[in-house]
């Protein structure tokens, strides 16, 4: 009566709300038993909330976003926003939906409470796109497009540029044009390098006005260049800003987006870039004539200019304020890119992981110190071989040369090959999300590289036996080019960029996925001073370096790569570490996952995330 206690059948002293809640336990757990048929066991009814929302709960099979329960996923969602990169990485989307469920279920094993319990995966679906982050979002992709549209923009008017840019009347040689063509790697890797401290200085926001005006400067010098020498300068500038693109766009994405949406927009970043290249690919018929190629280079210039003008839509990284000890400005940001339905409690998890990352970031990293260090020696050497992988597998060959290269197959419509190209490289940007959300990173990689080796075979066949029996086989050898294209997009294309960025804690990320990016750029560079030589050289198999490449990732796939779909960092070095042989091996891999988290998430916080 006082509502102080009473006793129980099991002779323990309850207080009068706990035995409320207990007969309320018993009579809800006969309703959940006859609906789902799942057996009786519910959390009591202190822990989720009051009568009525378990009520509503097990009549929606999915729990309500109160706020009571927002404290039960502070810690888990903490720990999902400080493994989740905080990039926007093409095909993250599916190991963000299954890392959620992995720790949203350690979280209610611990708490003796079944899956269905969990809050973490409504929340997770919650976070949508907001007005201003679909305004801020589609500014930041005009650079990814201008991007792709540059990579691929010399392809189509090769023969009228070099015969435009020669002197007294010769064409530039192949091995110059060659360098104008690479050089673009060069200013990337230079771009590339200097964009994270800039953009640690002066914000993401003005770093992308600046490169954008830059961008729109240098794409004019290109169209307005007289000589090979000032195309080969021209180039180089645009190959700078667009190296500091592929730097801030991504970081700039992520650090904006939920945690949800962070590998979608990964995607659209990736999607912008092959739009970039099939735009340049298709308007080079029409604009790639003597008369006005130079339109054709000056057309890039929309895309930069549109950034410049969208500039006031921008809004400033709530990490970067977060990092300049302006924690207010972030708050008010980051609910203005959440919306005004958000949670309160989301809000701060948020700002804390941000705060919590900077700090971690303040510990010195380095490459040597990531070589040096066991832990960290094979997955950097995993992520800088891929890198090599991928750019050596000849893809960029494609998109540097294809119409040179269907015209000296002899195919009768060497422009329509390359559209087609650019054509099935969007289509397959769009067809490999669904299958990294079904299909293993592994698994894809594998399949990718093997796919490119028999295409890339398919196509030397067909060259050799067109020329050899002097038939027409051009359509399979454009078959061969398209198959070889989409099963690059399928693996080899965006996986290294997201298990790069998944086999790092957050204080080794940003210098493995900046050292993996110098090692693409470079071997980037490499492919493309080197394929119109190689060409000439081997004639009609030009492309059988390139299946011994793909072969070697097939192996080196297979058996060195991890599983990192839908894994925390701590599973995935277990991996790694394979599976111990002996209580001694188990106690010393336990040791070096400790000493793991310790390093990744810093002594006072690993209790929190594991």
Same mark, same amino acid.
């Given at each position: ?5 009473? =006793? ?27 609906? !789902? ?44 926003? @400080? ?15 299954? @890392? ?30 907001? #007005? ?14 201008? +991007? ?5 923009? /010399? ?24 360098? $104008? ?17 800039? *953009? ?14 830059? *961008? !729109? ?23 700078? &800003? ?22 979608? %927009?990964?995607?659209?970043?990736? #999607?912008?870039? $092959?739009?970039?290249?099939? /735009? ?16 054709? %280079? ?71 110190? /990531? ?8 997955? #950097? ?24 290269? +269907? ?8 422009? *329509? ?9 969007? %289509?397959? !940007?769009?067809?490999?999300?669904? /299958? ?10 594998? *399949? ?11 196509? !030397? ?26 099963? #690059?997009? +399928? ?9 790069? =960025? ?45 299946? +011994? ?37 188990? &106690? ?23």
């Amino acid at each position: 009566r006082d509502g102080t206690a009473m =006793g129980d059948k099991d002779g323990k002293r309850r207080p009068m709300t706990d035995v409320a809640s207990s007969v309320g336990n018993r009579q809800q757990k006969a309703l959940y038993t006859k609906k !789902t048929g799942r057996g009786s066991k519910m959390r009591d009814v202190k822990s989720v909330g009051n009568f009525n929302s378990i009520h509503t709960k097990i009549k929606q099979k999915r729990p309500m976003r109160a706020v009571k329960s927002m404290p039960d996923i502070r810690n888990p969602m903490r720990s999902i926003l @400080m493994q989740v990169p905080m990039y926007a990485i093409h095909g993250m989307a599916p190991h963000v939906r299954k @890392m959620s469920r992995s720790i949203s279920r350690n979280t209610l094993y611990e708490r003796e409470a079944s899956e269905d319990d969990s809050l973490i995966p409504d929340v997770i679906g919650h976070q949508g796109c907001t #007005f201003m982050l679909s305004v801020a979002v589609f500014a930041a992709l005009m650079a990814p497009i201008n +991007f792709g549209y540059n990579i691929a923009v /010399l392809n189509t008017p090769e023969d009228v540029m070099r015969e435009a840019l020669g002197q007294h009347g010769s064409p530039v040689g192949g091995f110059s044009w060659a360098i $104008v063509v690479s050089i673009f790697n060069i200013g990337g890797l230079i771009g590339s390098s200097i964009a994270p401290p800039m *953009l640690d200085t002066i914000g993401r926001r003005r770093f992308m006005l600046i490169n954008a005006i830059f *961008l !729109t400067f240098a794409i004019l010098f290109e169209s307005l260049a007289v000589n090979v020498m000032t195309m080969a300068l021209a180039r180089l500038l645009v190959g700078i &800003s667009c190296g500091g693109t592929s730097v801030a766009v991504p970081l700039y994405l992520g650090e904006i987006a939920p945690v949800s949406l962070r590998g979608s %927009l990964g995607t659209l970043n990736q #999607f912008s870039m $092959v739009v970039g290249i099939l /735009l340049a690919q298709v308007l080079g018929r029409p604009l790639g004539t003597p008369e006005t190629w130079r339109y054709l %280079l000056a057309f890039g210039a929309v895309f930069s200019i549109i950034q410049v003008f969208l500039y006031g839509c921008i809004v400033e990284s709530p990490r970067w304020l977060v990092m300049n000890n302006e924690p207010n400005k972030a708050e008010k940001t980051l609910r203005q890119l959440r919306g005004s339905d958000e949670e309160e409690s989301i809000i701060q998890v948020e700002l804390e992981s941000m705060q919590a990352l900077t700090e971690q970031e303040k510990k010195e990293m380095t490459v040597g110190t /990531l070589v040096r260090n066991p832990r960290h020696r094979l997955p #950097f050497a995993i992520g800088v071989t891929l890198m090599l992988f991928q750019q050596w597998s000849g893809i960029n060959a494609v998109f540097y040369y294809s119409t040179g290269f +269907f015209k000296k197959a002899q195919f009768e419509d060497p422009y *329509l090959g390359t559209v087609l190209t650019g054509a099935v490289n969007v %289509l397959a !940007t769009g067809m490999a999300v669904e /299958l990294m959300d079904r299909a293993g990173r592994k698994a894809l990689l594998v *399949l990718s590289s093997a796919g490119m080796a028999a295409s890339a075979i398919l196509l !030397t066949a067909a060259l050799v036996a067109s020329d050899k029996l002097n038939v027409d086989l051009g359509y399979i050898e454009v078959m061969g080019v398209l198959a070889y294209v989409a099963f #690059f997009e +399928f693996g080899l294309g965006p996986i290294p960029w997201a298990i790069t =960025g998944e086999l790092f804690g957050a204080v080794e990320r940003a210098t493995a996925m900046g050292a993996a990016s110098t090692v693409n750029w470079i071997a980037s560079f490499v492919i493309g001073l080197v394929f119109p030589e190689m060409n000439t050289a081997l004639g009609n198999y030009c492309f059988l370096p390139f299946v +011994f490449v793909t072969l070697v990732s097939v192996v080196f796939s297979h058996y060195v790569v991890p599983e990192t779909k839908g894994k925390t960092l701590e599973e995935i070095r277990i991996e790694m570490f394979k599976r111990p042989k002996s209580d001694e091996e188990d &106690s010393a891999i336990s040791s070096r996952l400790n000493d793991s988290r310790d390093s990744d998430y810093g002594p006072d916080t690993k209790s929190s995330y594991y």
